[in-house]
């Protein structure tokens, strides 16, 4: 706990004075002077008292949401109670946001704790909130008397931080699944004709069909095992939000809307029960499906969405060559959402063209290089659109190779 240390001079500056007009009013005899002289006492005294009250024992609470979505209001409540008996006059408290949120407003009202008030509520909103982990270390707390001269300002330790995660979007449709995939479909099963090769073996699960139980582990291990499968090849999904460490073929607007399309896709996935795994940079890769969350202890969707709630512009790009070394001849649709692309990256995915979905911010369509890319992967097959606004995802699935709104 710090506070600011200029009261004491102030206080000192004051009795000062005082002692020094006491001195002449005692000399002069002079009725004015002699009230001077008192007046000025009982403001040092009065001042006093503000500083003893400002340095008594407080209790702060704040509450606030942990996660939320990108261009929201966030409302912030602080409770702050005094632990001693003296009263407080003209108390505000400041939270002290670090980053983006650091120059946002925050009006929150002077207010009293008086004898018969122990406790006051603050509250302020935190206006169209940008994309992010926005963390608040500590609040300050500035207490001043009723004419300005002396006020103590105190700061207390009360970390937190907000995960805003980036915007996602209800289009359904926006990603081209294949027919039999149901539409809310999430929550049923698979018929044993539509599970994939099994993968591996989990332990048994309350509610595990015994279709599926792997009796011969069970039979070796004393304990049920059953199987679990890998996803069908035309139920699966690679994401690949590809953008240039602050490149200068894309601003903070392109990025921004890379995030949102990524966040718009795992919804529409999560919607439909597709298998998705998601590429990010530091060669990590997050899955999300029925078969195996790959998240253990946490809510995959939640999960995925902090992670792109995390990534910044400077982060090292997704290592293309290498992710792809690690993805099979006949395994997932690859959805890369990008805001350049390169020839290099081009070539590396030209054996996949096949089956690669490019959805490329519009801000790069007047870069010849981007633009010569993606000419050559859409002519090997790759379904690519440029993209404006994050509705432009939905012409990925209705097979406009060339889509792109005026």
């Given at each position: 706990m710090t506070q600011r240390i200029d009261w004491p001079f102030k206080l000192a500056l004051l009795a000062c004075l005082a002692v020094g007009v006491s001195i002449v009013a005692w000399l002069l005899g002079h009725g004015a002077a002699l009230f001077i002289a008192a007046a000025l006492w009982a403001l040092w005294f009065y001042e006093c008292l503000l500083v003893a009250s400002a340095l008594q024992p407080l209790s702060v609470q704040r509450t606030l949401p942990m996660?939320?979505?990108?261009?929201?209001?966030?409302?912030?409540?602080?409770?702050?109670?005094?632990?001693g008996w003296l009263p407080i006059m003209w108390l505000r408290p400041h939270d002290d946001w670090e980053g983006a949120l650091a120059l946002h407003s925050q009006r929150t009202p002077v207010r009293s704790l008086m004898l018969w008030r122990r406790s006051a509520v603050w509250s302020y909103t935190l206006l169209n909130v940008p994309r992010g982990v926005h963390r608040v270390s500590e609040v300050s707390i500035e207490m001043a008397d009723a004419f300005g001269f002396v006020s103590v300002r105190r700061r207390l330790p009360l970390a937190a931080e907000i995960i805003v995660h980036p915007k996602a979007l209800d289009l359904p449709g926006c990603l081209p699944m294949p027919r039999h995939v149901m539409a809310g479909s999430r929550g049923s099963g698979f018929r044993c004709a539509e599970w994939g090769a099994v993968g591996g073996i989990d332990p048994y699960r309350q509610g595990d069909p015994l279709a599926r139980v792997h009796w011969p582990a069970s039979l070796r291990q004393g304990t049920l095992y059953t199987k679990s499968f890998d996803p069908p090849a035309d139920?699966?999904?690679?994401?690949?939000?590809?953008w240039t460490s602050g490149g200068a073929m894309e601003d903070d607007a392109s990025f921004e809307l890379v995030m949102t399309l990524t966040a718009t896709a795992l919804r529409e996935a999560g919607r439909i029960g597709a298998h998705v795994s998601l590429a990010l940079p530091n060669r990590v890769v997050m899955t999300l499906g029925r078969y195996d969350s790959g998240l253990?202890?946490?809510?995959?969707?939640?999960?995925?969405?902090?992670a792109l709630a995390r990534c910044t512009r400077q982060d090292e790009a997704v290592d293309l060559q290498a992710l792809l070394s690690h993805v099979p001849g006949e395994s997932a649709a690859i959805l890369l959402l990008g805001t350049a692309i390169a020839s290099r990256q081009a070539a590396w995915l030209g054996s996949y063209a096949g089956r690669l979905h490019l959805a490329m911010a519009s801000?790069?369509?007047?870069?010849?290089?981007?633009?010569?890319?993606?000419?050559?992967?859409?002519?090997?097959?790759?379904?690519?659109?440029?993209?404006?606004?994050?509705?432009?995802?939905?012409?990925?699935a209705k097979g406009d190779v060339h889509g792109h709104r005026a």
């Amino acid at each position: 706990m710090t506070q600011r240390i200029d009261w004491p001079f102030k206080l000192a500056l004051l009795a000062c004075l005082a002692v020094g007009v006491s001195i002449v009013a005692w000399l002069l005899g002079h009725g004015a002077a002699l009230f001077i002289a008192a007046a000025l006492w009982a403001l040092w005294f009065y001042e006093c008292l503000l500083v003893a009250s400002a340095l008594q024992p407080l209790s702060v609470q704040r509450t606030l949401p942990m996660r939320t979505m990108a261009s929201s209001d966030i409302c912030v409540r602080l409770d702050i109670q005094r632990q001693g008996w003296l009263p407080i006059m003209w108390l505000r408290p400041h939270d002290d946001w670090e980053g983006a949120l650091a120059l946002h407003s925050q009006r929150t009202p002077v207010r009293s704790l008086m004898l018969w008030r122990r406790s006051a509520v603050w509250s302020y909103t935190l206006l169209n909130v940008p994309r992010g982990v926005h963390r608040v270390s500590e609040v300050s707390i500035e207490m001043a008397d009723a004419f300005g001269f002396v006020s103590v300002r105190r700061r207390l330790p009360l970390a937190a931080e907000i995960i805003v995660h980036p915007k996602a979007l209800d289009l359904p449709g926006c990603l081209p699944m294949p027919r039999h995939v149901m539409a809310g479909s999430r929550g049923s099963g698979f018929r044993c004709a539509e599970w994939g090769a099994v993968g591996g073996i989990d332990p048994y699960r309350q509610g595990d069909p015994l279709a599926r139980v792997h009796w011969p582990a069970s039979l070796r291990q004393g304990t049920l095992y059953t199987k679990s499968f890998d996803p069908p090849a035309d139920r699966t999904w690679l994401f690949v939000p590809y953008w240039t460490s602050g490149g200068a073929m894309e601003d903070d607007a392109s990025f921004e809307l890379v995030m949102t399309l990524t966040a718009t896709a795992l919804r529409e996935a999560g919607r439909i029960g597709a298998h998705v795994s998601l590429a990010l940079p530091n060669r990590v890769v997050m899955t999300l499906g029925r078969y195996d969350s790959g998240l253990s202890g946490a809510d995959p969707a939640v999960a995925l969405l902090d992670a792109l709630a995390r990534c910044t512009r400077q982060d090292e790009a997704v290592d293309l060559q290498a992710l792809l070394s690690h993805v099979p001849g006949e395994s997932a649709a690859i959805l890369l959402l990008g805001t350049a692309i390169a020839s290099r990256q081009a070539a590396w995915l030209g054996s996949y063209a096949g089956r690669l979905h490019l959805a490329m911010a519009s801000a790069a369509q007047g870069n010849s290089d981007v633009q010569d890319a993606v000419a050559w992967l859409a002519e090997r097959g790759a379904q690519v659109c440029w993209i404006h606004e994050p509705r432009d995802l939905t012409l990925l699935a209705k097979g406009d190779v060339h889509g792109h709104r005026a």
